[in-house]
């Protein structure tokens, strides 16, 4: 189909020539079902809008629900009300049948068996004569059956060690008292042990491995693990009175293998839910929505306008990555468990592989998007100066280059929006396919002289690449929306044998046509000579705008085929699989287990640069905030400065400080004063005059309170410990209530407690609030269980609270008060005793991350291709990657310090987001830059000159990022506010730019020939390594025009950087003010 030409544009001249664009001929197209080539007419469209398909979908009603009349007769409200009751049971059935209604039941079910073991007669009887059988109901809440087969054996594992723990330091505890307080009669001494070893270095310890291992799993293990050990230790008498008794030990030892084994039994035997599935089915997920993003970007790129990045269907796709990635992550972790159990090491490893690449992929996905940014700004850049008066003749050394990226990227308009390609129909005619080359060259030729402004480069490039280019993102995109997996429940891998043959073809038939496009764009540059340096400088970024582009979806396209070899080497895995259990045989010797890890490296692996890699951020990783080099800078720099001083002192100085700085931390800290609070706590458990007012107000059930709320950091406490507070408020309400209506009768109280099981088990899973519903089940079962177990003459002295004819509500008032009075007790040691403030985290993680940030741009992308020969990157191997993942961690913490209250006021939540999208952004445009540089080959003789001669500017460039980034992250870290004399950092590029017409104009060929001979002078004598090239070897080099896209493609990301910093040093700016010239600040 043709479009009619564009009409001149009223009031210009001269004027705007019709689009070639409208005239397009259809591109080669790689059908990648079937690898055969078509010329049919295609669209670059994003695929069915996004739907929720996990958890419970709203309650809104549905078009067939929608009152059309209103019913007047009785019979018909009769019939009305029982229609509308019929479709919301259908709807109930069918949320039930869901992954999520699933769950519930599960969990619902697996709560009602363990309640068995208070409500059951044998089974209780099994356990013992002591009180505290609910904690078996309390383990299928912890421990809840909702979770994959693998999630199912990494909490079975934790369960054990936590059982083992348990035992351990009970028995532990048990046989000191024993020993000092009884056989030697020291009972002080004996309770003074006690407390200092087991209660708090034993809940010290787990508060260390609550933080060293941010696993939410080992946290429940933890609190398995303090439960247990509160049971034994502060509530039984045998510890306090010296004598040792395995009764309470065996009876919890029973009671844990018990609730393990009955939600175990649950998960595996009812609805089991595969993490190897699960995997797959997010796989898939990510895969369709990386397909969309590309589509989209590529269009907006195709049709000159950001409107397609800005769409709400691009954002829609963004945020689907975003939602599932965590979840894909996550069900690699829980795949592990299952295929290490089954054997499957090696299909494990390569389903890793296959996740790494997907990583890539959503990286090169970024760099794509910068590289269109860049292009969108520089496109309205063009179309904003040909509205106004452009001066003839431009400065040589300072040319006026002001760019507004920041600004164009954040606008939601668009102006002077190029045609869309709307390619004719199917062209059959082989001779008119013969000629299709001989006819761009000629609609080049037609539209090339005169150039009005940037925006006619542009058309002239999609003249000549835009069909092999959408061809090429219509091929990547269709084989990433094709379900590598199969579809649900099998995800069997399905992946099409055509898809490996299609994408190499159309990677082939792209780069003949890139390699043309790009010849014929910078041959056509050359036939007018007679433009100003600065509006053939505007051209050519243009042209490499361009070029980086095209290079970054070829890149892409390189990554696919690496992502295609790794899934094909899944499926030939798991259709050869042979069980081996390798990673059990612990005394093979390492050297075998790290021969048989190299054979799952990705293709894309260098193992040239093995030694450089960046140790990985684990996501769960609390960030450190000022890191170890400069800490210890900070503790020696004082005894360096004074060399004379006693070498004696220092030394023991030094080794003081260093043990000092070692226990200081935030592990270390928070682990001893998670054991001092428990401490102080237990404490009143075996002082004489406090032991009746301990047992009386349920003091264990303060101390297990105090171990939940505490966590790392004050935000993380004030959220958990709100949520115990109202958890405990709704489940004694429930406890109450449903005592009242059953009278304290087994079977209503059965029944009762599996509908309060199912609503908290609603909130845990299909609300997502996990903290809430844990907590409310756990208020239920300490007073409804506990209740009844009182009623049936338990071994216990419970005569306060009514004995075999239990008073309801003074057990509910002592659970509440205990609970209330460890929230509060836990609130204070963490807020007062070393407090770990996610606000604090959050301004010292930021400001390292940009600290980081500018000493890796300082290596100099370009300059390091000199010092290497091309054979290294800026961005060394994982660095990109940790980067990421710091970013990732930082926006966890943003999350915690909106809870945290301070007199200054609440956290700048807004502000902070805004800052770490800019820090994304500048992310992506570091990674963009990567790919400028670390797919090139070798430097051409242009490209080396061009090098050499600006290795000055672009040194001083990137010492002024650099430098701006340490002065932000000053400013972060010290909240102290800027100056308004912050170094430019455009200015510097602009210095570039100028030095490149300079190297242009002194050199200005005679004739308009493809390459010209260039005399590269003492003026080019600088490296970017800090050397000088020898003078006695100058020489003619040869330097054509495409020799200036490295440099300009350079450019364009800077300035992409120097914009994002600009955004930063604004919000900084907003958060902590502006010190003008005349601030008095000596007071």
Known sequence: MNSSPTPPSTGQWPPRRPSKRSKLRNGTVIIPSTGERSRRVLTLRANAPYEQTDGPRPLSRRPSEIILFSPETFSE????????LRKRCVRMLQWLDSPVGRGVLKCTLAYTLGSLATFWSPLSDWLGRPDGKHVVATLTVYFHPARSAGSMIEAILIAIVAVAYAEIISIL???????VGSVWEIVPLAHALVLAIFIGGGFGFIGWVKQKMGNPLVDTGSTLASLAIIGVVTKETAVLTSVFSNQKIVQIFKMLVLGVATTTAVNLLIWRVSAVLLLRGSMTKVSTSLGDMLAMITRGFLSGSEE???????????????????????????????????????????????????????????????????????????MGQTSGVMSPVASLYSPVLTRTVSNTLKSGKSFGTLTAIDEASDESNEDERSHGKDRRRSDATNMSVPFRNSSDIFELFITLLGPSMKSLAYTLSEVLRDPPFGSAPGYEITINDHFRQSLTDALALFNTARADALQELYKTLELDRTRSASIQADFEEVAAACGHFSFSLQTFGEEMQ??????????????????SWHWMQWWRSSHYHSRRKTTFTLPYDDHSERETLIKPIKKSQLPKGVPDEMIQRRDTYAWDAVPESNKVVATLSQKLLRTLRKLARDDIRFGLKVGVGATLWAMF??????????????????????????????????????????????????????????????????????????????VIIAWGKAPLGRITLLAYNVSTLYAYSLSQKVDDDDDDEGGTDPIMREILLHRFVAVMAGIIWGLIICRLIWPISARKKFKEGLSMLYLQMGLIWKRGPLAILLRSDCSRSYLRSGEQAALQKYAARLDVLRG?????????????????????????RLLDAFYAMSLVTQRKGSLTEGERALLLYTAEERAQLCDRICHVFQVLASSMMLEYPLTDAIPSVARTRDRLLGKIFQFRKEHQPPSSNNSIDYFVGPSSAATGAGQRLDLGKLAYVNVEERDYALLYAYALVTGQVAEELKVVASEIEGLFGVLGEDVMLLQ
């Open 77 to 84: 409200r009769v019939s009305f009300a029982g229609a509308n």
């Open 173 to 179: 505890s048990m046989a000191t008292s024993v020993l």
């Open 308 to 382: 397609d990045v800005l769409s709400p269907e691009f954002a829609a796709a963004s945020s689907a990555y975003s939602s599932v990635y965590p979840q894909m992550t996550k069900n690699l972790r829980e795949a592990k468990f299952e295929r290490y159990f089954l054997g499957q090491e090696k299909i494990y490893q390569l389903e890793r592989a296959v996740v790494r690449s997907m990583e890539r992929l959503a990286q090169s996905i970024g760099g794509l998007r910068s590289a269109a940014n860049t292009q969108f700004a520089l496109m309205k850049e063009s």
């Open 562 to 579: 690496k992502y295609l070899d790794v899934l094909d080497d899944l499926k030939f895995a798991s259709e050869h699989n042979k069980p």
């Open 685 to 762: 458990a075996f002082i004489p005059q406090t032991r009746e007012i301990y047992r009386h107000w349920r003091g264990e059930w303060g101390l297990l309170s105090f171990m939940i709320v505490c966590t790392m950091t004050v935000g993380a406490s004030n959220t958990t410990g709100l949520a115990r507070f109202m958890g405990t408020v709704v489940g004694i309400s429930f406890a109450g209530f449903n005592w009242w209506i059953s009278q304290g009768h087994a079977i209503p109280l059965i029944f009762l407690g599996a509908i309060v099981a199912f609503w908290t088990f609603c």
């Open 896 to 920: 915690s310090a909106v809870s945290e209250f301070e007199l200054r006021g609440p956290f700048p939540s807004a502000q902070s987001a805004k800052l770490m999208g800019c820090t994304h």
